[in-house]
């Protein structure tokens, strides 16, 4: 059985730094692209960072920056350290594993979320 378990959100002040981390299990880690999305209050879900399986990173311009993606292969942990968090970062934040096989992608898998709030 996949899972994502996130961890690490909370309640920053703004100009405050968190750093999220999302621990899979039941895949194969290193087959994964992984990403962060974030859904804001009465908003859509939308893609903050990813990475590739060989390390390549790609940032929203709304990060760019200030947030940083990075994986852990060894530990099966991808993470989103956020520096300089403003009131508009408040969301949940979900990791997303992007499974390849033979080069093509075959499945996607989310985990539950974790909430990040930014007071002003």
């Known amino acids: 059985q996949v899972q994502l378990v996130e961890s690490g959100g909370g309640l920053v002040q703004a100009g405050g730094s968190l750093r999220v981390s999302c621990a899979a299990s039941g895949i194969t880690f290193s087959n994964c692209d992984m990403g962060w999305y974030r859904q804001p209050p009465g908003k859509q879900r939308e893609l903050v960072a990813s990475?590739?399986?060989?390390?390549?990173?790609n940032y929203a311009d709304f990060v760019k920056g200030r947030f940083t993606i990075s994986r852990d292969n060894a530990k099966n942990t991808v993470y989103l350290q956020m520096d300089s968090l403003n009131p508009e970062d408040t969301a949940v934040y979900y990791c997303n594993a992007n499974l390849f096989l033979f080069g093509r992608a075959v499945k996607t898998y989310w985990g539950q979320g974790t909430q990040v709030t930014v007071s002003s």
């Open positions: 990475i590739t399986r060989g390390g390549s990173t």
